[in-house]
Each structure stands twice: as structure tokens, then as C-alpha cells.
């Protein structure tokens, strides 16, 4: 039987990561609208909390494959964040339905054979350079009508400026909303109306973008009432 998101998010919720509730929905959702001859891709993968929600979120057939070189110490990762995913994935019962590529998003995409891309996660480093090449190398391998989501858009600089670089005007891809620094985008031939009102969409989050950086600029600077002072609420994520 399909699992339900509630069942999903009990499961991942207790996993260490970085996803609101609202946004661990939209990947669970998002998975289950990828058509049968499709796959999913993960950028970045951790202890496994996204992975889990897409996972669980597919249809039964349909396959999820998670990219993370593990073990690099770039971004934090130690031997124990292998161990801890697979072993996550295996209490989820879901080992046979995620496929391991233990390496760089770019040589993922640069090798790919698997099938057609209808689901694209990503959420690996975050800087520019990275990003940019997440998207260039998985673009060609998207199906027509694939969502691609990010997370950090509009709050880390990098993700932020790759989205503006490579979206912001474009003519096969539409910004569909967001899930606070989630964003979902369609992958779809646009007329130019289609390409406005998308511009207009991902302008509208520069606002936040503007509170996020100030929020993190302060905080780094140890200005803590500056910093409530662009909070909307205590104790706002910055996720
Ligand atoms: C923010 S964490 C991912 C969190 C994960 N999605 C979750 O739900 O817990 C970022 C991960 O991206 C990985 N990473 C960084 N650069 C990457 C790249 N170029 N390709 C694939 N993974 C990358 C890091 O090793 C790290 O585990």
C-alpha cells in the first residue's frame, strides 16, 4: 500500500537534516507525480531525511537515485554519513527502491544512463559554481513536464544567484512557487507571457532573499537585536 505523507514524515522527522514539514511535503508529492519510465535524482543527500520523503512519495516503480560523496569534507560529511543513510534507508524499508551514486552531483550527470529524469532534488553545495553546474549537467536529462526543486533559494547567495542566472528569463523553465527556501520549478516550453509572469514570480522572492542574507549577516556579525529585528517571528528558520 502507498504510505501516506504522515507516515513519511514520522519516519524522516526523526532523521538529522534540514527540511521544514511543508517542505518535506512538497517532495512527497512532487515524487508522486513522476510518471512510470521516469526516475528521480537527489543532489545531496546526507543521513537520508529527503531521500526518505521522495522515496516513500514514488510510485512503487519508479526509482530514486541519491548523489553524495559522503565522505568529503568540504561539507561536513564523515565516514559516519554513509553508514547513517544506508542505515536509515534500511529502517524505512527502502533500500531497494534508492540507488547510491557516492560522488559529485557533476559526475553523476556527466555519466548518467539511467532513464529520464522526472523528479530533480537539488540541495548539495550550495555555492555558485555548484549550483550551476547541478543544473547544466542535469538539464539535459530532464522529460518534459519534470519539476526541479531547490532548496536555499532565495537565502543562500550562491543557489540564489545560479536560480537568477539560469532561470530567471528562461524559455524552458517556470517558477511554480515556493515552500519558504524551497523552490519548485517546471521543466516546459514557455510562451513569452509564461516567461514574464515566471520572472515576476522569482522577483517577488528577492524581498525575502534581502532578510535572509541580513538575518544570516547579523547574526554572523553577533548583532542579535538587529537581527530580531528583520525576524518575523522567534526563533524563524532560515530554511
Ligand atoms: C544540506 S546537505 C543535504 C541534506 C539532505 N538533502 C537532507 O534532507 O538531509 C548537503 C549535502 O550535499 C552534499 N554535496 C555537496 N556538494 C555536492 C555535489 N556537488 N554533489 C552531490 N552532493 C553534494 C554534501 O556532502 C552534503 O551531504
Known amino acids: 500500500m502507498q504510505p501516506t505523507f504522515d507516515d513519511a514524515w514520522e519516519i524522516a522527522n526523526g532523521i538529522d537534516g534540514w527540511l521544514l514539514e511543508r517542505q ?3 517532495l512527497f508529492e512532487a515524487a508522486g507525480r513522476v510518471p ?4 528521480a535524482v537527489e543532489i545531496g543527500s546526507h543521513r537520508g531525511k529527503s531521500a526518505v520523503l521522495i522515496a516513500m512519495g514514488l510510485p512503487q516503480d519508479v526509482r530514486l537515485t541519491a548523489v553524495d560523496p ?5 561539507w561536513g560529511g564523515g565516514t559516519e554519513s554513509l553508514t547513517l543513510f544506508q542505515e536509515n534507508l534500511r529502517r524505512a524499508g527502502l533500500s531497494g527502491q534508492v540507488d547510491l551514486f557516492k560522488g559529485l552531483s557533476e559526475e553523476a550527470s556527466k555519466d548518467w544512463v539511467g532513464l529520464p529524469v522526472g523528479f530533480l532534488w537539488v540541495d548539495g553545495a550550495h555555492d555558485l559554481e555548484s549550483t550551476l553546474k547541478d543544473f547544466d549537467g542535469w538539464m539535459p536529462h530532464l522529460t ?3 519539476e526541479l526543486y531547490v532548496h536555499d533559494a532565495f537565502s543562500a547567495v550562491g543557489t540564489t544567484r545560479a536560480i537568477l542566472r539560469r532561470f530567471l528569463f528562461s524559455p524552458n523553465v ?5 515552500e519558504r527556501t524551497l523552490a519548485k520549478f517546471k521543466v516546459e516550453p514557455l510562451t513569452l507571457l509564461q516567461r514574464l509572469a515566471s520572472a515576476m514570480g522569482i522577483a517577488s522572492q528577492l524581498p525575502f532573499f534581502a532578510r535572509m542574507v541580513a538575518i544570516k549577516l547579523s547574526r554572523r556579525r553577533g548583532l542579535h537585536r538587529l537581527e530580531r529585528r528583520f525576524m518575523r517571528e522567534d526563533n524563524e528558520p532560515l530554511i
Open 24 to 26: 518535506g511535503r512538497a
Open 36 to 39: 512510470h519510465g521516469a526516475s
Open 70 to 74: 559522503f565522505d568529503d569534507p568540504r
Open 144 to 146: 518534459r513536464g519534470a
Open 174 to 178: 517556470r517558477y511554480i512557487g515556493s
